[in-house]
């Protein structure tokens, strides 16, 4: 495997530690402390999940031209990193939603740009397995990231800012790694990349036409993970101090499987462990819409949720990039990461009006319904995708 998987992961494992201590106590901060209603939560949470697709297009395409994905993901980590010390001075709405926005944007400049280089650096056999170690370092940050916060808190309950600031330090820290350590490389395909007449005809064809239909349906049938464990924590009604212990349990789940289901999807189809994930998803909205519950139950829901995103997360760049050539890699990745992320935006502003209106149980059976539905749409879009034939190369 090669170094600068490592290193990348590395940079992801930091930046994860400190996305995520923000993460595992905003939907708590932002109703309890703040006292923002549910919906505007769900204003918040659609910014979290879905304002990145703004600009992961532009930084796939701003990779594929400059071919200096390194700096562009610098960019992007640094504007997220800045964006945890800004959530100290930010209390209304407002303010809470650019922020948030600004953190959001700087993962969506990112994040393709790295993924192309992950791409670039591995063989075509192994990109399940070389995502899957990737997000492997990526979700042991994610893990650490809670239990971070989750002590910040027992020494000194109630004070977020103490959060928002080692947050700040970790990924100032990330930064470093990436600008000090990570080779400037220039990938494969290089030079100016395609114009924008050819780079559209690439996203919009049939290659990668029904992978990105696939993915839309069933992203738009997932509820956020704010949602799910705020969904746990009313039924079980346990303590506040306990809430950012949900997060750490998916993701010790997701490391676990990260690596081998990556293998699983280079060895039987990267589509088919893609639509088992969502099998998964839909088991933990039926565990967490069960009328009683109790530690067994939640524990199960939080394992299913790591399954999920062991089968989807690292699974999806890998199922994208064959289908395109390699000077439009870090746009054909974009693209998908669009798809999911506009598709979740839209999922979270829904459910928040359900849950207002239908309750949390209700909401959570009526998006199980439609997921069934949505999983044998995305299972016949995606059937046969990966016999295709690998994209090659197109001329520039």
Do not use: C
């Not at 979700?139 to 977020?160: C, N, R, S």
């Not at 990436?178 to 990938?187: A, E, S």
């Not at 829901?301 to 760049?317: F, I, N, Q, R, S």
Request: proline share 5%; no cysteine.
């Amino acid at each position: 495997m090669a170094a600068t998987v490592f290193l990348l992961g590395t940079v992801s494992l930091l930046t994860d530690v400190s996305s995520e201590m923000v993460a595992a106590v905003l939907p708590l901060y932002l109703t309890a402390e703040l006292g923002l209603s549910l919906i505007a939560y769900g204003v918040v949470d659609g910014l979290y999940q879905g304002v990145s697709a703004l600009v992961r297009i532009f930084g796939g395409y701003l990779n594929d031209r400059s071919n200096r994905p390194k700096w562009i993901a610098v960019a992007g980590y640094g504007v997220s990193a800045v964006s945890r010390i800004a959530l100290i001075p930010a209390h209304g709405f407002a303010a809470i939603t650019a922020v948030v926005t600004a953190d959001r944007l700087g993962k969506g400049f990112r994040t393709a740009p790295r993924d192309a280089l992950i791409a670039d650096v591995s063989e075509p056999s192994v990109l399940g397995r070389a995502f899957g170690v990737h997000r492997m370092m990526d979700t042991v940050g994610a893990a650490l990231g809670p239990l971070v916060a989750f002590g910040l808190l027992l020494l000194v309950p109630g004070d977020y800012n103490s959060v928002f600031v080692a947050s700040f330090a970790f990924g100032i820290v990330g930064v470093a790694v990436l600008v000090l350590f990570v080779p400037d490389r220039r990938t494969a395909g290089g030079g100016p990349g395609l114009p924008l007449r050819r780079l559209f005809g690439e996203l919009t064809s049939p290659r990668l036409r029904r992978p990105l239909l696939a993915v839309g349906v069933l992203g738009l049938l997932t509820v956020g993970d704010g949602f799910l464990y705020l969904s746990l924590q009313h039924r079980d009604d346990f303590a506040a101090r306990w809430f950012p212990l949900m997060y750490v349990g998916t993701n010790l789940v997701y490391l676990l499987l990260a690596i081998p289901v990556g293998r699983l999807a280079d060895r039987i189809g990267r589509a088919r462990v893609f639509v088992g994930g969502h099998v998964a998803l839909l088991a933990v909205y039926l565990v967490a819409a069960a009328p009683s519950g109790g530690l067994a139950l939640t524990l199960l829901a939080l394992g299913l949720l790591g399954a999920y995103y062991a089968a989807t997360d690292g699974v999806l760049p890998a199922l994208i990039s064959p289908r395109v050539p390699a000077a439009a890699r870090g746009s054909g990745i974009a693209a998908a990461q669009t798809v999911v992320v506009l598709a979740r935006f839209a999922m979270s502003l829904a459910f928040a009006v359900l849950w207002q209106f239908m309750g949390p149980s209700a909401a959570l059976y009526l998006a199980a319904v439609l997921l069934v539905a949505g999983i044998v749409v995305g299972a016949r879009l995606l059937r046969g995708v990966d016999q295709a034939e690998p994209v090659e190369e197109a001329a520039s």
